[in-house]
Nanobody
């Protein structure tokens, strides 16, 4: 069973930057990618970014494009989310997960298709 541990959250002023890390205890070949999601208070968990294990293709939510960058270090089994130009609306708990099943053949960003969620790391953007 893969375990994921997020870190790097904190309090930052609007316009600032943070880098989140997600360390995986292992890797299951049946999953297509590693991804970041976020959940703001009172809202549903939403897709932020993903990176495929094979080929390294990246995918971003519209809200993240141009500001966030997902990357990975295969040797460390770690995925990163560099967040720049942070906005108040980026405030949320950020989770990493593995998914969706490789057998799907497409990168589905619906949270229900993802697995092995970490405990989350809180990002608070202040004005």
């Amino acid at each position: 069973q893969v375990q994921l541990v997020e870190s790097g959250g904190g309090l930052v002023q609007a316009g600032g930057s943070l880098r989140l890390s997600c360390a995986a205890s292992g890797r299951t070949s049946s999953w297509d990618a590693m991804g970041w999601f976020r959940q703001a208070p009172g809202k549903e968990r939403m897709f932020v970014a993903a990176i495929r294990w094979s080929g390294g293709s990246t995918y971003y939510a519209d809200s993240a494009k141009g500001r966030f960058t997902i990357s990975r270090d295969n040797a460390k089994n770690t995925v990163y989310l560099q967040m720049n130009s942070l906005k108040l609306e980026d405030t949320a708990v950020y989770y990493c997960a593995q998914g969706p099943p490789r057998a799907l053949g497409v990168l589905v960003t619906t949270p229900g298709w993802w697995d092995a969620w970490g405990q989350g790391t809180l990002v608070t953007v202040s004005s």
